[in-house]
């Protein structure tokens, strides 16, 4: 009796799962964001001799700045990177459209036979047409849906 209950009480706590854990690598940094940071840092450096003080602080500033966001900054759980390659992963990739048949009464071009199929909506009284369930005729049309 006291097994069991002792296997119940371990039942009680849940046991996380999917613990996504990257090492960090260079100080707070996992290995791609040290390179990424390491890689914008070089672009400066040769933008340092490559264009006027003014010039350089202010491309130098926004480049670090971006990659900063795109490096560290986490939304809902993931990183900005991967959330701009979703973005516009969908934007340019290809969408499946899935259409839905609505079932509506069938209506006729001829006007005689519109004047018979409204007369005989009268007597009954808008009922749908409804196929058996069992029916040849159901089969057919799903055959005919799913292809």
């Known amino acids: 009796m006291l ?10 706590y ?30 400066c450096f040769v933008l340092y001799f490559m264009l006027p003080l003014t010039l350089f602080v202010l491309a130098s500033f926004v480049i670090m700045v971006s990659v900063v966001i795109l490096s560290i900054v986490r939304v809902g759980g993931r990183p900005v990177t991967t959330i701009i390659g979703n973005f516009f992963k969908f934007n340019i ?6 259409w839905k048949k609505k079932e509506m009464p069938v209506m006729y071009a001829k006007s005689d036979l519109k004047k018979e199929l409204e007369m005989k909506k009268e007597l009954d009284e808008g ?21």
């Open 127 to 147: 009922l749908p047409l409804k196929i058996a369930e069992n029916s040849q005729l159901k089969r057919m049309k799903t055959k005919i849906e799913t292809r």
């Open 3 to 12: 097994l069991l209950y002792g296997i119940i009480l371990l039942m009680r």
């Open 93 to 98: 990739g290809t969408k499946v459209y899935i």
């Open 14 to 43: 849940t046991v996380p799962q999917f613990i996504e854990y990257e090492a960090k690598v260079v100080g707070p940094f996992t290995f791609g964001q040290f390179i990424f940071i390491a890689l914008s840092a070089a672009v």
